[in-house]
């Protein structure tokens, strides 16, 4: 099958295309079978800017700029500039004009990212019309952005020094200056930094294009200009369309803007790294918490860059290969010596990565003791060494090639739209001047590869020899702990800026006031109506009045087991979800099924080893997996919480998927105490960096604890409790592993049973006919009834003390939560236009008030229709109570909020754009089984539509009442914030929280 056919039927083959139109001439055209699409490269005449168009059947059409932007010093102007150009343009000279596609528009994509070398500009949308309007404003936004002539915006978004009154001391804010902070606070993201300068000392990839926090205050208004100038030009331009629209148009739409441009040199060459003659040792720190907690581990990792000429096809496809073999599963053994040498916490590394000019491969480990490092070194040079000479089981390969060239052809880019996941493969060659079609164009490579395989020649050894053992660009990274770094890092800002403070006389102190003063001003100063006008945005009329429904048939089986079946076109893969309901699971056990999940796919079964078991999911399926889903009822107070194991397969595999799926219920080994102790020792690592890199998840998932039963659930399997569990887990492992073991057990027999048991499956009709002739050998391996019965007939109790919680870690940066429950607390009676307010204030008042003026990377709020919480939260942010205030804010801001007809139709658009958000085959089957388990109807769904469509201002006023009781006495406070930010709260609100020490 090709990989586009999941989703849409064939298009022409044979269709001709302009040779020369709107100013470009064709250079190359071929027929891409691997996606089903003509791929058609193009050159501006004028300019010699290049755009690559994708013609095929595709609703879901893609856009693309990309620039070459290499840096030579860490200043982040590639990233501060990417957030600026998108605050206005010649033609729409409002301040956000970002912010006013986010709210009205229908785009299955709208963002765009710096890279090390590169900017990428992309949007993508199902809709014609709202497609071409998003096109505009990003072309217009990137080839004449205001922010070039406008110090404010790039104060705003880069940095500034900020001042309110003589008495304070002096801050630096900015909003890519904080959201660097927040990277720079994160261990992981800290390790991965050293490890690309230590590979690339010699070219552009020794500097942070995103920019150091340190370095960023030293960038100028005139440097940001000439980047700018230099850079954003069609001339250094790669272009990019895909999708179902009109091919000439695209060129039109081009030439109207490139026609302004003269063609010119642009030096904007990727320099390439010389390859190392010696392996280097290269040590750094990161900062870490001093309590107990933070174990004080290191993170120790063995890296190469692979070459400094480009790879042919078939050699990156043979990479990819050898990467998924070494790493590419929990067995694989590469991974597997690495977990099971009690060495480290949890894999760092991902492997082979080829993203930039040079690919490289990584691999070590973090939570490392400091005296082992030189270990972690030798045990992954003598596995390679082993690998060279032993080569791969038969088995393994075929799961390898089944797994990779399954994900080739299926070509599931879950919600990220396929465009935009072709155009980056393409631009990862296209970006260095290599041929665009190679990285896209893999059949004919895949099929010689496998053909080089079936020849039965050593095809792995020679490569691990060449490009690892023998390669002599090898780095060994050491990244130890420093628990002095984070207040060194504080302290060493607060002398720089007390510093400049010194140097100040009266007068520059109140030229800084004075401009802090402005630069709010205009930020607070909202775009006329007038002026908004100028963004195109769609009509009501344009959108679809009744709900999209997927078709869904539901049947009951023996034993009290039921069938949904979703018919759609996925040629032939079957999608299968087995649902098991959980809640007659004792509350103590809660905790343990996230790990009893992942232990029923990495033990093995009573006939299979856990490589076997891995090998066989690979050779029969698209991938098994297996997790809790947990979710308050609206009207109900015991949640919705089942059991989800869920595959996918060709539907003549579909016997395969549901034998692996019975054997994984039923005969996982649950006993391999070595296995099992790594996953904690590896859960706890991974909930530990997560706290300090999204800190926001943990603050929002605290506060739903304290108000839900299935809140409370979800934070014990996923929040702060949980890590607290795990470490206690941790040291339970190796004192009572018999007692441990038998909780693993008592979980399956409260789990295993086919009363209560579901079958989800999405396929066409050729896939569930085949599928169904398995179910029953499915459920027939199940109990009729659980061998342990409900722990309890009234159901879970718990919740967490209703208190406001300051977690504190090692961090620079904050994360702030507040959040009531409006069903509880205001007597709420839901309406769709709620989804309409909620998304409006994410795009006004909150993205205002704590980004754009308050510097913070993130603000929004989320309304959970199912358990009526409502809460804010902030990511990344510079600040504390002034973030509790704008929260606060919201109920008068709606309260003395005056919408034109045509902001309030937008606001209704961006709502139905994500209530429509476009969806894979799969995951409309999935979506289905979601609403099911939730009681959510489609006549309630086309209820819920109406209002969104009939929301009015008096909606908006009237839930400002609603809100009072997110600021009133019901609401609480959850911040992951650092110990000195916490205690300044209680210096300024005593008794306002509790601190609780979490690194």
Known sequence: MSAMAVAAPAVEQSASFAKEAHGFELKQHKFVREYDSHVLLYKHTKTGAELISVVNSDENKTFGAVFRTPVDDSTGIPHILEHSVLCGSRKYPIKEPFVELMKGSLNTFLNAFTYPDRTCYPVASTNTQDFYNLVDVYLDAVLHPRCVNDKRTFEQEGWHLELDDPKDPLSYKGVV????????????????????????????????????????????????????????????????????????????????????????????????????????????????????????????????????????????????????????????????????????????????????????????????????????EALILDKLKEMAETGFTPGAIEAAVNTIEFSLRENNTGSFPRGLSLMLRAVGAWI??????????????????????????????????KYLLDNKHRVTVVVLPDQQLANKVEEDERNRLDGIRAKMSERDVQQVISETEALKERQETPDSPESLACIPSLQLSDIPKTITK??????????????????????????????????????????????????????????????????????????????????????????????????????????????????????????????????????????????????????????????????????????????????????????????????LESIRKHLLQRQGALINLTGDDRALSAAQAHVDDLLSRLPEAAVMGPSSSSGWQGSLPRVNEALVVPTQVNYVGKA?????????????????????????????KVRVVGGAYGGFCS????????????????????????????????????????AL?????????????????????????????????DEERQQRRDQVLGTTVKDFKEFADVLECVRGDAARVVAVTSADKAQQVLQERPGFWEVKKVL
């Open 177 to 376: 200056f904080n959201e660097m902070k927040g990277v720079y606070s994160s261990p992981d993201s800290m390790f991965y930094r050293v490890v690309q300068q230590a590979l690339f000392p010699d070219n552009t990839y020794r500097h942070d294009s995103g920019g150091d926090p340190t370095v960023i205050p030293s960038l100028t208004f005139e440097q940001f200009q000439a980047f700018h100038a230099k850079y954003y030009h069609p001339s250094n331009g790669r272009f990019w369309f895909y999708g179902d629209d009109d091919p000439s148009k695209r060129l039109q739409v081009l030439d109207t803007y490139f026609s302004d441009f003269e063609a010119r040199p642009v030096d904007s060459e990727v320099g390439t790294q010389p390859l190392l003659h010696e392996p280097r040792t290269v040590t750094a720190h990161y900062a870490a918490g001093d309590s107990e907690e933070g174990d004080g581990k290191a993170y120790a990792a063995v890296n190469w860059v692979l070459t400094s000429e480009p790879l042919d096809v078939e050699t990156e496809l043979a990479l990819g290969f050898l990467d998924y073999l070494m790493m590419g599963t929990a067995a694989a053994p590469l991974r597997k010596a690495l977990n099971d040498s009690g060495l480290g916490a949890a894999i760092v590394g991902g492997g082979i990565d080829d993203e930039l000019k040079q690919p490289v491969f990584s691999v070590g480990l973090k939570g490392v003791d400091p005296a082992n490092t030189e270990k972690v």
């Open 432 to 465: 260095y001047d290599r041929d665009p079609y190679t990285p896209i164009q893999w059949e004919e490579a895949l099929n010689n590869f496998k053909a080089k395989l079936a020849g039965g020649g050593d095809v792995f050894g020679p490569l691990i020899h």
């Open 550 to 743: 997927v078709p869904t048939a539901v049947s009951d089986l023996t034993g009290g087991a039921k069938l949904l079946t979703h018919d759609l076109f996925t040629n032939d893969v079957l999608y299968a979800e087995a649902v098991l309901d959980m809640t007659g699971l004792p509350a103590s056990l809660l905790p343990l099924v996230p790990l009893f999940c992942r232990s029923l796919t990495q033990m093995g079964t009573d006939k299979e080893s856990f490589i076997e078991l891995t090998e066989r999911i690979g050779r029969k399926t698209g991938g098994i997996s297996v997790y809790p889903f947990t979710s308050s009822k609206r009207g109900a107070d015991q949640p919705v919480a089942k059991l989800m194991v869920r595959g996918k397969s060709m539907g003549h595999n579909s016997g395969d998927l549901f034998e692996l799926m019975g054997d994984i219920l039923s005969t996982a080994r649950l006993d391999d105490k070595a296995r099992f102790t790594q996953m904690v020792a590896e859960t706890k690592a991974n909930l530990e960096a997560g706290i300090i890199g999204s800190g926001h998840r943990f603050a929002g998932s605290r506060l739903a604890g304290q108000r839900s039963v299935a809140g409370w659930v979800g934070e014990s399997m996923g929040g702060l409790s949980y890590l607290e569990f795990i470490r206690t887990l941790s040291k339970r492992v190796e004192e009572d592993w018999q007692g441990v073991q038998a909780d």
């Open 820 to 848: 009531a429950n409006l069903y509880a607390d205001a007597g709420y009676k839901l309406s769709g236009a709620a989804y309409v307010i909620e998304k409006h204030l994410g795009t006004s008042w909150l993205w205002d």
């Open 863 to 902: 309304f959970d229709s199912h358990s009526g919480m409502f809460t804010y939260l902030s990511y990344r942010d510079p600040n504390l109570l002034d973030t509790l205030e704008a929260y606060d804010g919201t109920v008068d801001f709606l309260r003395s909020l005056e919408l034109d007809n045509d």
């Open 905 to 937: 139709t937008k606001a209704i658009i961006g709502t139905m754009g994500d209530l429509d958000a476009y969806q894979l085959p799969d995951a409309k089957g999935y979506s289905a089984l979601s609403r099911y388990l939730l009681g959510v109807s």
